[in-house]
């Protein structure tokens, strides 16, 4: 109790919680829009209560994970080694991950893109589709939870710090993910956008895995631009549809 006291009043405390909430947050974008995109495709009576359940689990992934410190650094040690090149639990992981979301990518643009109607109507019940959105989620963000808590350790060695952290991030997220579900919803052609997004940090986390390093300064500027210049576009279907056909 003493210790968490001390730190409410230490200035460095304060500064690593806010630098690694917004660390969280920005790490987390790429699994919130995989979380819009994976919720969309369900029963709009139940797309609410998958985001939060699957973001909530994720939370309590998370902090199982950060309480795992010691296994979790241990993930960085070579186990298995391909023509001379070493790759750890984290490095496999990373691949793995890279290769569901190129293929969960790839099927959903195929499906977007396949004039046949009934090739796109899930057959599944309500809940199964739930479990497996569930599942999904969990998956991709026990991937995303690696780099996640690596980073949240080299910025501080205090747990109650990184706990806090972690939790809020989440919780912004959670926020965060109706708004965002229901805008990709309304633009289609976001969908295209953020599936290309998505085969974009695919490549990156296979890259990773075999030990390439993309700075992730690219990615989000990338993303960045791409977004903004569909706003744009989204504003200027806008005002075309204000004006009306005796405009054109």
Known sequence: ?????????????????????????????????????????LPETIRARARSVGLLLALVLRLVLLGALVFMTSLTEPVVTV??????????????G???????????IHDHVDPDPERRKDSS???TAFAMAIVQILLLDLVFSIDSILTAVGMTNQLPIMFLAVTIAVLLMLVASGPLARWIAKNPTVVMLAL???????????????????P?????VAMGFAAAVECLNALARRARRLRGPSSH
């Open 216 to 220: 992730k300064t690219y990615i989000y």
């Open 98 to 108: 890279g290769l569901f979301l190129l293929w969960k990518s790839v099927t959903e």
């Open 125 to 127: 019940p309500a809940a």
């Open 83 to 96: 023509m001379g090149h070493g790759f750890s639990i984290r490095d496999l992981i990373m691949v793995a």
């Open 196 to 214: 290309g997004f998505l085969m974009m940090i695919g490549m990156v986390l296979i890259a990773d895995g075999f030990g390439v390093e993309v």
């Open 1 to 41: 109790m003493q210790e968490l006291t001390a730190l409410a009043y230490d200035p460095s405390a304060w500064v690593a919680l806010l630098t690694l909430i917004v660390l969280e947050v920005v790490l987390g974008v790429d699994n919130l829009v995989f979380v819009a995109l994976l919720t969309n495709k």
